[in-house]
């Protein structure tokens, strides 16, 4: 796994993590992250059109109220999920760890 400055920059700045813990929340959100195909309903919209806004990204993951754009296993940056999916992707990580 790789990390762009950029990505870990965004890392270090929205999830307020040392340069230490960049790399292990990368690699948590990577294998333990929501993927596009296990999205559903408003939530797999919201990942299709940053699919399409981040042409480049080949790999989402949605992973602690956050959404982690990969191209392979480089991560590229991070952004907020909106406040409206959180509950729904909360929702979808439960019954995905269950």
Do not use: W
């Not at 948590?28 to 399409?52: C, M, P, W």
């Not at 191209?71 to 940056?77: A, D, K």
């Amino acid at each position: 796994m790789k990390l762009t400055k950029h990505g870990k920059d965004r890392l270090k700045k929205r999830l307020g993590t040392s340069k230490k813990n960049v790399e292990k929340i990368a690699q948590d959100a990577l294998q333990n992250g929501i993927t596009h195909s296990e999205a559903k309903g408003r939530l797999s919209k919201y990942l299709d059109k940053l699919f399409f806004q981040h042409q480049t990204a080949t790999n989402m993951r949605v992973y602690h109220e956050k959404v982690f754009i990969f191209r392979g296993e480089v991560l590229i940056t991070v952004l907020p999920l909106p406040h409206n999916l959180c509950d729904l992707a909360n929702k979808i990580n439960k019954s995905k760890m269950a």
